[in-house]
């Protein structure tokens, strides 16, 4: 993207502003009447060359790229983590969540709270065998009653014994409350620290994602699933983001790829790689991939039959060629598993007015809508029971000269 001239310049000197991947580079020539339209253009594209790979590094790259893109990191668990950073953030209340916008049958809103919570989950268990003590940090009912004692408390323990444990459950406490700057902050400080923790680059990824950012979001979940390509939770990340997106980078779907294969017996394994191939289609009379999809779904629903969203997307494939027959049939089989699969009904409506049903059509619909509606409501409750952290930003310059 080229800006207009800079206000405050003088009139012979003209600034270009390059923004690519969320990396800005500014030119500035000083005459720009000894520069040609293609002069400029060619100077641009040298730039772009010369930063292409620190670019790069914004995406979720190829697994043959990756290992040269990433930057070294040495173990901080090896030896004594680094001094403690005073965060750069204040948690000085809370409010209510509803607060945050957006409706809770909204299926990004639902899908980034769900995630927050799966990052939690994670924090259940101990990560490598993990010896440090954790017990300073609260524990999960008391974080419940009193989420502003708690998270001061789990900033404590991370201060006073910064171990993998408590970075991350300071982050994800941050992340769970919709602090989402002070969780990118503390996640980011964790993985410099415990660059082999899988767990703090998912926890990274799904607050850059609920920030809005999915090249970012997608970025942290590849590491974290080439860390151990053998664990399961980045992908199962990286598939519940994705399903979102209308477009896939190439590395992420050699990512869910590696997964089906070193996972072949996974109905998620095998769904997620299929729906990944589904999105990278390079155009609906793509046959070969359709068959390679058809082929996947079918597997992922041998494996687990009671998997909804598996016949769901099998009733899409046959809803793009044509075959509402089969379509039907799918929708069903995705309703019996799931009953409150709301697409799986608004989806089978659609196949029923296409075959000439208009009062199935009808029964389905309606079906829709109160699924629809309680889950709004639920959603709601649940909102309301976490609440959100409200809190301040400083600059580091700030923190500096408060020191």
Known sequence: MVEAPMAGLRANVQTTRIIAQGYEMVCVTADQSRYSATGLTTSILALIALFAPFLAQGQCQPISASASLSPSKTSASAGQPEFFDEPQFTVAGVTDTTNLGGHGSNVVVRTKEALAKDVVSLGTAPVNNES???????????????????????????ETSPSESNFFDWGAELLVHHAIEPAIEVFTKGSRLFPNSARMLVGLGV????????????RHLCEASDLNPSDPNPYIFLGKIQSLETTQSEGLVERLQRFARLQPENGLANYYYALSLWKQRKNPDDVKTTAEVESLLNKSVRLDPKFGLGYLQLGILSSDRKDFSQAISDYQKAIEANPKLEEAHYRLAQAYRRTGEPLKAQQELQLYNQLSKQTAEE??????????????????AAASKSQ
């Open 207 to 218: 607050a850059w994602y609920t920030r809005g950012s999915y090249e970012q979001a997608a």
């Open 132 to 158: 440090a003590t954790k017990e300073s940090s609260p524990s999960a009912s008391q974080a419940e009653k009193d989420p502003l004692r708690a998270v001061h408390e789990y900033q404590r323990a991370a």
């Open 379 to 396: 959603v709601e409750r649940e909102r309301h029971e976490v609440q959100q952290f409200v809190y301040t930003l400083r600059s580091p």
